[in-house]
């Protein structure tokens, strides 16, 4: 008998949203170097696509479905769509989301619909819809990204922290709801992390002063740098195996040392 590897996700189907960038991106790569079959779903196809085939030229397993998590319409289609490509669903990865910058004096109710439709309710939809595919398997993981801006004040960051603390409160009552019929559900609470979005905000909005924002941005966290996606992807590998089959209903900082000031 072969003894399995330490976080090997073999045969497992996983979905991850937001899969086409950023962390996201890193975490379908992730998930299909351990072994799991990886639907990625994002509203921008080519992106998702993009992610798909990485993951096969890295010898991973992983298709591509379009799907705009705000809307409910999408969400039942896409999980659908893969349940009849790949049979069952062990493992939900909510990692779409948006940001804004702005006080709640900055901030309209179009910025707070908009922000809550996809991090809130986007999270919520896509929950729902695979619940019954994971326990109809035995039971699951749902993995959400949420963010250090639950746990704590964050300066001009008011709707992105009301709804990242929405995350964490759906986070623990899935987690006890779910409990008896094997679901784990736990969330990763981030702080700054260098993605492709971080450079293209630097860059539109402070321009001629991309190199003094980002050391403010790396400064922010003790350890002096922000995090790269690949470390979260670590992260959600080990939150999605058995290795951490003991955990659940969490708020995991991942946060540079920032919860020590």
Sequence with gaps: MTERGPFRLDGRVAAVTGGGSGIGRAIVLRLARQG????????DAAAGNGAAEEAARLGGTAEAFTCDVSRAA???GAFANVAERFGRLDILVNCAGIGQVATIAGTSEADLDRLYAVNVKGTFLCT???LPRLIAG??????????????IGVAERFGYSVTK??????TKSVAIDFLSQNVRCNCIC????HTPF???FVRENYPGREDEVKASLAAYQPVGRMAEPEEVADLAVYLCSDEAAFITGQAV?????VLLV
């Design 128 to 130: 729902r819809a695979a």
């Design 74 to 76: 999408e969400v039942d």
């Design 138 to 151: 035995g039971g699951g993981v749902v993995l959400n990204l949420s963010s250090i801006a639950a746990l």
């Design 253 to 257: 900082p991942f946060d540079g040392g």
């Design 165 to 170: 603390g929405a995350v964490l409160a759906l």
């Design 190 to 193: 981030p702080a700054r992390v």
């Design 198 to 200: 971080v450079d293209k």
């Design 36 to 43: 799991a079959l990886v639907a990625v779903l994002d509203q």
